[in-house]
């Protein structure tokens, strides 16, 4: 009597590995998208914090030298005493690359990617 012995030997079928890489390029297609939307708006979050910080600075400079809606400010040597800087002793930047300004008390400070969506001003 022989006996036959049924040896399969281990791995996986093509059809298993091409599924499971389908699996991985569907939650890709999904996760990628959303990712971006969520740095895209953290940094625009980030930038309007930017600029509270400023106009509060702003603000605060003139209470103390007595100055009136309109005057002109020397954005940002006048308002370096008023903001927290970062590491480098400067003010904070926009995270997305944008450049700030805050030209008169008075007005709201904007940065230089006001135009995207989400906008990064001052409501």
């Known amino acids: 009597m022989k006996m036959t012995k049924n040896i399969r030997k281990a791995g996986f079928t093509l059809v298993e590995i091409m599924i499971v890489v389908a699996i991985i390029g569907l ?3 999904i996760a990628i998208p ?3 939307k969520a740095r895209t708006t953290s ?3 980030a ?3 930017n600029l ?3 106009d ?3 603000n605060q400079l003139a209470l103390e030298k007595g100055m009136t809606t309109g005057q002109a400010i020397t954005y940002p040597t006048d308002l370096l005493p008023y903001i927290k800087l970062n590491s480098n002793g400067s003010i904070p930047p ?3 690359g944008g450049t700030y300004a805050d030209p008169t008390v008075g007005s709201n400070p904007t940065c230089t990617l ?3 969506t989400p906008p990064h001003a001052l409501q």
Do not use: D, W
């Open 27 to 29: 939650l890709a297609a």
């Open 34 to 36: 959303n990712f971006v």
């Open 43 to 45: 940094q625009c979050n």
């Open 47 to 49: 930038c309007i914090n």
């Open 52 to 54: 509270r910080q400023i």
């Open 56 to 58: 509060a600075a702003a």
């Open 94 to 96: 926009c995270p997305a």
């Open 114 to 116: 006001s135009t995207l």
